[in-house]
């Protein structure tokens, strides 16, 4: 059984960082992609940042330069992080983690990020 955990969301004030977690357990973790998206009220969930088995990251344009997405395979629980800098009050929305290995996609309950003064 597959299951994704965030955790990291919060309130801060522009300018400020959060740092996001997900804890990934329950997959053999051979091939994958795991990427953070997020769905602000009214819109549609929209990529942030992904990062793949083999290394390989991509970040929406919004995400570019300001956050940074990694992983720790170390343990058996996999761990994908998304560093969060100089945050906008357009960078509010419930963070969701997701996993998309060959047949399957499996998504967390999410983290509720709330960039406001």
């Known amino acids: 059984q597959v299951q994704l955990v965030e955790s990291g969301g919060g309130l801060v004030q522009p300018g400020g960082s959060l740092r996001l977690s997900c804890a990934a357990s329950?997959?053999?973790?051979?091939?994958?992609?795991m990427g953070w998206y997020r769905q602000a009220v009214g819109k549609q969930r929209e990529l942030v940042a992904s990062?793949?088995?083999?290394?390989?990251?991509?970040?929406a344009d919004s995400a570019k330069d300001r956050f940074t997405i990694s992983r720790d395979n170390a343990n058996a629980k996999k761990m994908v992080y998304l560093q969060m800098r100089s945050l906008k009050p357009e960078d509010t929305a419930v963070y969701y983690c997701?996993?998309?290995?060959?047949?399957?996609?499996?998504w967390g309950q999410g983290t509720q990020v709330t960039v406001s003064s």
């Open positions: 990062i793949s088995s083999s290394g390989n990251i991509n970040y």
């Open positions: 997701k996993l998309t290995q060959i047949a399957s996609i499996y």
């Open positions: 329950g997959s053999a973790f051979d091939r994958y992609v």
